[in-house]
Nanobody, 119 residues
Framework: QVQLVESGGGLVQPGGSLRLSCAASGSIFSICTMGWYRQAPGKQRELVAR???????IYADSVKGRFTISKDNTKNTVYLQMNSLKPDDTAVYYC?????????????WGQGTQVTVSS
C-alpha cells in the first residue's frame, strides 16, 4: 500500500511562490507516474502537472510557464514549484501516484494541502 503525504501549502499573495512536497512511503517512482491535481470549491478535480518514471512532464495550460513538477528519487519526494501565483490557483492540491500493479494500474492519493492566493 502506497502512502502519500503532502506539505507546503498556505496563504500567499498574488505573484508569490510556494513549493509543495509529496513524500511517498517507499521507492515507487520507477513504477509510478506522479501527479499533482487540484480542486477548487464547486469545481471538479483537475490535473495540474504530471511526471513519468522517465521524467517526462505535462502541464495544464493554465499553469504552463509558472509551475514546475520535479522529483527526487533518493528522497521518494515529488515537488511542485509554483511561481507567479494567481487567485485562480486557490484550491486544495492533491498528490497522486498512478502505479503499475499485477492487475493493471492503481491510483493512490494524498490527503491534500490547501493553497490560498489572496491579498
Amino acid at each position: 500500500q502506497v502512502q502519500l503525504v503532502e506539505s507546503g501549502g498556505g496563504l500567499v499573495q498574488p505573484g508569490g511562490s510556494l513549493r509543495l512536497s509529496c513524500a511517498a512511503s517507499g521507492s515507487i517512482f520507477s513504477i509510478c507516474t506522479m501527479g499533482w491535481y487540484r480542486q477548487a470549491p464547486g469545481k471538479q478535480r483537475e490535473l495540474v502537472a504530471r511526471i513519468t518514471s522517465g521524467r517526462n512532464t505535462i502541464y495544464a495550460d493554465s499553469v504552463k510557464g509558472r509551475f514546475t513538477i520535479s522529483k527526487d528519487n533518493t528522497k521518494n519526494t515529488v515537488y511542485l514549484q509554483m511561481n507567479s501565483l494567481k487567485p485562480d490557483d486557490t484550491a486544495v492540491y492533491y498528490c497522486n501516484g498512478n502505479c503499475l500493479s499485477p492487475y493493471g494500474r492503481d491510483d493512490y492519493w494524498g490527503q491534500g494541502t490547501q493553497v490560498t492566493v489572496s491579498s
